[in-house]
T-cell receptor, first 114, second 115 residues
Framework: AQKVTQAQTEISVVEKEDVTLDCVYE???????LFWYKQPPSGELVFLIR??????QNEISGRYSWNFQKSTSSFNFTITASQVVDSAVYFC???????????FGSGTKLNVKP | EAQVTQNPRYLITVTGKKLTVTCSQN?????MSWYRQDPGLGLRQIYY???????DKGDVPEGYKVSRKEKRNFPLILESPSPNQTSLYFC??????????????FGPGTRLTVL
């Protein structure tokens, strides 16, 4: 069963637009961790953020922000004033503490056009 | 420099010919993992290891083997590769297991084609 769903396969925006990437996860565990990774066209995987299930505080890092809502099992990622360099595939991931396993979503490809 | 290395980066082989993809990390991380990335499916965990001599199956372990004889190395073995194992493979490592894993450091990837 899909544990992490990224329903947006591909999104295209024009530079300076704000964009939100959705991530919905599924687990009955109370202890888990959520992550976002970026995969630019060069192919490497770059860590963006880690959140544990007990910390629902939203986080902002420069133009990036994350909204974690346990009530809706979502961990959405917003890029403010997007730039061409933000063009990449973004993956949301879930780590289940009791199983020591990672589950990744299928990714959202973001195209930012100048 | 902290890094995860994989070799080879590219490999074309034929069905049934055993191969090994090596993975090594220099960060003294306990947790290591192998993933395959396929279009539309994201990354799927093949095997993971909590520490030396401790390995377990991920979501898609069929057709793969691993070993963890040393903390730094975690090779992926395909005993009899088949075309459906054509994929992009990533090795990753992380620390902080007791309090939940910190970021995973990923290798550069190995693109495998099985003819």
């Amino acid at each position: 069963a899909q544990k992490v769903t990224q329903a947006q396969t591909e999104i295209s925006v024009v530079e300076k637009e704000d964009v939100t990437l959705d991530c919905v996860y599924e687990t009955r565990d109370t202890t888990y961790y959520l992550f976002w990774y970026k995969q630019p066209p060069s192919g490497e995987l770059v860590f963006l953020i880690r959140r544990n299930s007990f910390d629902e505080q939203n986080e902002i890092s420069g133009r990036y922000s994350w909204n974690f809502q346990k009530s809706t099992s979502s961990f959405n990622f917003t890029i403010t004033a997007s730039q061409v360099v933000d063009s990449a595939v973004y993956f949301c991931a879930l780590f289940l503490y009791n199983f020591n396993k990672f589950y990744f979503g299928s990714g959202t490809k973001l195209n930012v056009k100048p | 420099e902290a890094q995860v290395t994989q070799n080879p980066r590219y490999l074309i082989t034929v069905t049934g010919k055993k191969l090994t993809v090596t993975c090594s990390q220099n960060m003294n991380h306990e947790y290591m993992s192998w993933y395959r990335q396929d279009p539309g499916l994201g990354l799927r965990q093949i095997y993971y290891s909590m520490n030396v001599e401790v390995t377990d199956k991920g979501d898609v372990p069929e057709g793969y083997k691993v070993s963890r004889k040393e903390k730094r190395n975690f090779p992926l073995i395909l005993e009899s590769p088949s075309p459906n194992q054509t994929s992009l493979y990533f090795c990753a490592s992380s620390s902080g297991l007791a309090g939940g894993p910190y970021e995973q450091f990923f290798g550069p990837g190995t693109r495998l084609t099985v003819l």
